[in-house]
């Protein structure tokens, strides 16, 4: 005779979600709605700009917010050559490329030492170097305008190149001197043995190691040079030698109430975008550089 046993089946549990679970996502919640309107912030701005940069003038003043009744590109036509834009992009691509070339150069270099080798005065400089980070800009700008003339550098292209990498260079050393610091000894130590002299291990070993930092450093300077103003301003006031600030504050102010609005905004969106393409280029390497120095 065979009995068989039923196995109750485990009642099915259904828990309400406790208080944590509930708090976590009202917090989830309220950091996605501040994110939207700050996204909102950002972009109907620059959406703004750009449809407007294809507008007439009348258009802009008569109905800001509507859409270009046809695409005008003529305005940036006008904007590159009418209004010298042209002149001041490539002025202002020399001098930021060759300064952002020179203080990236430079500020490796000096990272590296203070990072890795000890000798009489390194913390003194490296503190040296931090100073400048706190002091303000337009408080050097006499000092640097004389400086620049009696070197004959004022009111050219190279005095504004020098002035760029010294106000660049402390802020490269401070960012990149963690990174080497944190860079493994015995790589380097494997390079000696293998017979690398000093200058080939920095390029060829450390430096390569060092690159998630080197990219966003260089973001950095890129947008703080590109968007420099006080400086061209008050060190270069030759309009041959115009950057994209002075000349853009020029091309707003040279005709008073008469100003073309379309050509203006195509102005701006000209500014803009080599911005934006170096930041959408670079932004992987950003993240990278962040999430590493976050678990440094």
Not at 61 to 67: I, K, Q, R
Not at 84 to 110: E, H, K, P, Q
Not at 121 to 141: K, Q, S
């Amino acid at each position: 005779m065979t009995t068989t046993v039923e196995r109750a089946e485990p009642a099915a549990t259904s828990r309400a979600p406790g208080k944590p679970y509930r708090e976590g996502k009202r917090v989830a919640t309220t950091a996605h709605i501040a994110l939207i309107l700050w996204s909102l912030l950002v972009i109907l701005p620059l959406v703004w700009t750009v449809l407007s940069s294809f507008k007439s003038t009348q258009e802009v003043l008569g109905n800001p917010l509507a859409l270009p009744g046809k695409l005008r590109f003529s305005n940036y036509a006008h904007a590159w050559t009418t209004a010298g834009i042209g002149r001041y992009f490539l002025n202002t691509v020399v001098v930021v490329g060759s300064a952002l070339v020179l203080v990236m150069i430079l500020g490796a270099m000096c990272a590296y030492v203070l990072a890795r080798f000890t000798f009489p005065g390194n913390r003194l400089i490296y503190y040296a170097m931090l100073g400048g980070l706190t002091f303000p800009v337009f408080l050097a700008i006499v000092p640097l305008f004389f400086v620049l003339k009696n070197l004959s550098l004022l009111n050219t292209l190279p005095g504004l190149i020098i002035t760029y990498v010294a106000f660049a260079l402390p802020f490269t050393v401070f960012f990149l001197h963690s990174f080497f610091k944190a860079l493994p000894g015995e790589i380097y130590e494997a390079a000696q043995i293998d017979g690398a002299g000093e200058w080939r291990s920095f390029f060829s070993v450390m430096l390569p190691m060092a690159r998630p930092g080197m990219a966003s450093v260089a973001i950095f300077n890129f947008l703080g040079l590109w968007n420099q103003f006080l400086l061209p301003v008050a060190l270069n006031t030759d309009s041959k030698n115009y950057v994209l600030s002075q000349g853009m504050a020029s091309f707003a102010s040279q005709a008073g109430y008469a100003v073309d609005f379309g050509a203006l905004f195509a102005a701006v969106v000209i500014t803009v975008a080599p911005v934006l393409v170096v930041y959408i280029i670079f932004q992987r390497q950003l993240q990278v550089s962040v999430t590493a120095g976050g678990v440094k």
